[in-house]
């Protein structure tokens, strides 16, 4: 095997490693911090991140770095127990899509809640009234 391989399946190995104790141990204080919040049960995705700690989101995608197509359930059941149901549709598919695992979505998400809630709530709304594939396909997206 080639010596650049190895080295590349070395660091790869220590980035999921740490990647995952690192998620861990921020969902850990995560179940703490989310206990004193008070999420509405029916609260959309802007919503439930702007009462969500941001250490929620950084170990959901420290997370999704250390175990790729893996972390899409961890995080649904994470977030089932956290009671943050608005945050799984998006935790979910980032997880499943490939290649995101390098972008920290949901940070990125968090942090343009906080700054511009109001451009962040334009954009699911507009995401949301997208019509569906299956939609497309049969005709009635148009």
Wanted: proline residues 6%; charged residues 15%; aromatic residues 4%.
């Amino acid at each position: 095997m080639p010596e650049d391989l190895k080295l590349f399946i070395n660091v790869a190995a220590v980035v999921m490693a740490v990647s995952l104790m690192m998620a861990g141990l921020l969902l850990l204080v995560a179940v703490r911090q989310v206990r004193k919040i008070r999420v509405p049960p029916n609260a959309g995705f802007v919503a439930t991140l702007q009462g969500t700690p941001v250490v929620v989101v950084l170990g959901l995608d420290l997370l999704d770095l250390a175990l790729d197509l893996l972390a899409a359930p961890i995080a649904w059941v994470v977030l089932e127990y956290l009671g943050l149901d608005g945050l799984r549709g998006v935790a979910v598919v980032e997880g499943l899509v490939p290649g995101t695992q390098l972008i920290p979505t949901l940070t990125l998400c968090w942090i343009v809640a906080r700054l511009m809630p109001d451009r962040l709530s334009q954009l699911v709304r507009a995401a949301e009234s997208l019509p569906a594939a299956g939609d497309l396909r049969a005709g009635k997206g148009t």
